[in-house]
């Protein structure tokens, strides 16, 4: 099977900055993009960042200029460097990735139904 472990939030001041890391384990046959989303209380789930296997990315526009993703592909691995925090940054933030994974009975299934358990990111004002 595949994990998603999310890593590097925390409680931080308005201004601040944290880097987060996303790290995928697992029989992982192949991934194409690999993405941020992020819910608050009461929300939905947003996306907030997504990079592709070429490196072009795109940005939720509340973030742009102020959040940077990036990812390096050998391990698996996407980073979100966040940067000039604000509260309303504050949320449980997830990774996901579209690609594909091979199951214990050699299925071949998509990686965008895995999440992980998230890490969470509190910014006081």
């Known amino acids: 099977q595949v994990q998603l472990v999310e890593s590097g939030g925390g409680l931080v001041q308005a201004g601040g900055s944290l880097r987060l890391s996303c790290a995928a384990s697992?029989?992982?046959?192949?991934?194409?993009?690999m993405a941020w989303h992020r819910q608050a209380p009461g929300k939905q789930r947003e996306l907030v960042a997504i990079?592709?296997?070429?490196?072009?990315?795109n940005y939720a526009d509340s973030v742009k200029g102020r959040f940077t993703i990036s990812r390096d592909s050998a391990k698996n691995t996407v980073f979100l460097q966040m940067n000039a925090l604000k509260p309303e940054d504050t949320a449980v933030y997830l990774c996901?990735?579209?690609?594909?994974?091979?199951?214990?009975?050699?299925?071949?299934?998509?990686?965008?139904?895995?999440w992980g358990q998230g890490t969470q990111v509190t910014v006081s004002s």
């Open positions: 990079i592709t296997s070429g490196g072009s990315t």
């Open positions: 697992g029989s992982i046959v192949s991934i194409n993009t």
């Open positions: 996901n990735y579209q690609g594909s994974y091979r199951t214990t009975w050699q299925a071949l299934l998509p990686l965008g139904n895995i």
